[in-house]
């Protein structure tokens, strides 16, 4: 059983920085062709991707909003995702979830994920 558990939301100022986590269990991430990535939402909006990464190239896609700001990186020896985000903007604050696809032929944004994490709330104030 694949598990996802997202940390490292909170609030801060815009121009602020946070780094989120997604711890993953059930699954070694040395393994295996996957696709994860980082999506958000925020309320009254449609769910949208932030970034994903491809463990068979190592390619990395990023939405246009985030260029520049966010990095996402992997620890497989942790199990361990990242999302580094630095300036931040009010329009970044959204629920962040963590996702993850096994055995995939192909990652990106536009990916429908099999698995997915609780979510972590990011608030960026004025």
């Known amino acids: 059983q694949v598990q996802l558990a997202e940390s490292g939301g909170g609030s801060v100022q815009a121009g602020g920085s946070l780094r989120l986590a997604c711890v993953v269990s059930?699954?070694?991430?040395?393994?295996?062709?996957?696709?994860m990535g980082w999506f958000r939402q925020a309320p009254g909006k449609l769910r949208e991707g932030v970034a994903t990464?491809?463990?068979?190239?190592?390619?990395?896609d990023y939405a246009d909003s985030v260029k520049g700001r966010f990095t996402l990186s992997k620890d497989p020896a942790k199990r361990t995702m990242y999302l580094q985000m630095n300036n931040l903007k009010p329009e970044d604050t959204a629920m962040y979830y963590c996702?993850?696809?096994?055995?995939?032929?192909?990652?990106?944004?536009?990916?429908?994920?099999?698995?997915w994490g609780q979510g972590t709330q990011v608030t960026v104030s004025e």
């Open positions: 059930g699954h070694d991430l040395t393994m295996n062709r996957h696709c």
């Open positions: 990464v491809y463990s068979v190239d190592g390619n990395i």
């Open positions: 996702s993850a696809d096994y055995g995939a032929a192909w990652c990106g944004l536009s990916r429908d994920f099999s698995y």
